[in-house]
């Protein structure tokens, strides 16, 4: 089935490093591809999207490019703050699937000053 | 605008205990979704309609059910509470663009 594997956190980082967030998938048919972010307490908002081949998303200094010949949908940042710190979950929709959306499992992210 | 309305926050249940969860939604989002949250396994689909009147089951549908009688609403019921169904709850509502719109989410204690 479709499904989403993504870096196991938990991920430590001082401010203004850069960020990586490993997210590669499996799929039947060519899904769109998500990042969405969840700070503590609250629920999941939308970071960025792709939804076809090497399209780029991005959004508050975040990137991802989907790569489907190596079924990846990497996040990245070039200089993290401490309110970057939360938990990124990648995820996946197939409109042959219904729209159901198929999420990672999450990595956690925690910036320090 | 409210997006997508989550009640309630918190509850407490007893095992075999009844409750449902209320979802709203003010965005005319036909499509809405039901997830759990539970530590190191991501978000799982409960149930979800494409809707009003259309329902189906997700990938843990076990000891819930839903209706969809209008577009706004699509409450959760947990038809006799087990320490299992301890969890984060989220109910979603798609866009016309595919992302989710998510509610605040509702932390349920069976005990």
């Known amino acids: 089935g479709d499904s989403v594997t993504q870096m196991e956190g938990p991920v430590t980082l001082s401010e203004e490093a850069f960020l990586t967030i490993n997210c590669t998938y499996t799929?039947?048919?060519?899904?769109?591809l998500f990042w969405y972010v969840q700070y503590p307490g609250e629920g999941l908002q939308l970071l960025l999207k792709?939804?076809?081949?090497?399209d780029k998303g991005s959004n508050k200094g975040f990137e991802a490019t989907y790569r489907k010949e190596t079924t990846s949908f990497h996040l990245e940042k070039g200089s993290v703050q401490v309110s970057d710190s939360a938990v990124y979950f990648c995820?996946?929709?197939?409109?042959?699937?219904?729209?159901?959306?198929?999420f990672g499992a999450g990595t956690t992210v925690t910036v320090r000053a | 605008n409210a997006g997508v309305t989550q009640t309630p926050k918190f509850q407490v249940l007893k095992t075999g205990q009844s409750m449902t969860l209320q979802c709203a939604q003010d965005?005319?989002?036909?499509?809405m979704s039901w997830y759990r949250q539970d530590p190191g396994m991501g978000l799982r689909l409960i149930h979800y309609?494409?809707?009003?009147?259309?329902?189906d089951q997700g990938e843990v549908p076990n000891g819930y059910n839903v209706s969809r009688s209008t577009t706004e609403d699509f409450p959760l019921r947990l038809l006799s509470a087990a320490p299992s169904q301890t969890s984060v709850y989220f109910c979603?509502?798609?866009?016309?663009?595919?992302?989710?719109?998510f509610g605040s989410g509702t932390r349920l204690t069976v005990v």
């Open positions: 309609s494409v809707g009003a009147g259309i329902t």
């Open positions: 965005m005319n989002h036909e499509y």
């Open positions: 979603a509502s798609m866009t016309r663009n595919y992302g989710y719109t």
């Open positions: 792709a939804t076809k081949a090497d």
């Open positions: 799929a039947t048919g060519y899904p769109s």
């Open positions: 995820a996946l929709i197939l409109r042959s699937n219904d729209y159901k959306l198929s």
